[in-house]
């Protein structure tokens, strides 16, 4: 069965600091998609990135990275020089590639605060 | 576009009530999905559709109905509120395909007393 986990429910960091966000996956498929989300305290949910199973390369989009390693099952996502908008709840997610469905599997989510 | 809307953005229920949750979207997607977010516990999904015509539960389905006679909408129905669903809920489409990313609507938040 596949699975996401973000063991971390709340994280909070001063402003300026860099943070990491882990995510730990479960599928039995070889090919398979990853997705973060964002979801600020308006409520919205904002699609931050996918990435195939096939490419382990490191991702960076102007403060964020994202580490993906199949090796531990692993997509972590870190905000360099975090800043107070970026204060969130985080979804990593998880499709099947098949294309039969495209369902997300959702981890329950890092809160994340940045204080000033 | 507007993209996914989905109305109404709140809504109070008795326990017993029913009512139905609308999700419009403009992009001509063929698959769209329900899902519901309590505090905690990140999205479940409820229901999903991959084209007008054809639905299929998923992870939490029990006291919802959904149906899909076009493209652009797809009501999700509460028969017998309850209120265990008492929650947000969100609806969201994609392409067909290889998964893209999901577009979500703005949410529903249900209050069931």
């Known amino acids: 069965a596949q699975k996401v986990t973000q063991a971390q429910t709340e994280i909070s960091v001063v402003e300026k600091e860099d943070v990491t966000l882990d995510c730990v996956y479960e599928?039995?498929?070889?090919?398979?998609?990853l997705f973060w989300y964002k979801q600020p305290p308006s409520g919205e949910l904002v699609f931050l990135i996918r990435r195939n199973s096939f490419d382990e390369q490191n991702e960076i989009s102007g403060r964020y990275s994202w580490n993906f390693q199949k090796s531990t099952s692993s997509f972590n996502f870190t905000i360099t020089a975090s800043q107070v908008v970026d204060s969130a709840v985080y979804f990593c997610a998880l499709s099947e590639a098949g294309g039969a469905t495209n369902k997300l599997i959702f981890g329950t989510g890092t809160l994340l605060a940045v204080q000033p | 576009n507007a993209g996914v809307t989905q109305t109404p953005k709140f809504r109070i229920l008795k326990i017993g009530q029913s009512m139905t949750l609308q999700c419009t979207q403009d992009m001509n997607h063929n698959y769209m999905y329900w899902y519901r977010q309590d505090p905690g516990m990140g999205l479940k999904l409820i229901y999903y559709s991959v084209g007008a015509g054809i639905t299929d539960k998923g992870e939490v389905p029990n006291g919802y109905n959904v149906s899909r006679s076009t493209t652009e909408d797809f009501p999700l129905r509460l028969e017998l509120a309850a209120p265990s669903q008492t929650s947000v809920y969100f609806c969201?489409?994609?392409?067909?395909?290889?998964?893209?990313?999901?577009?979500f609507g703005p949410g529903t938040r249900l209050t069931v007393t």
């Open positions: 599928t039995r498929d070889t090919t398979y998609y």
């Open positions: 969201a489409s994609t392409g067909s395909g290889r998964p893209y990313e999901q577009y």
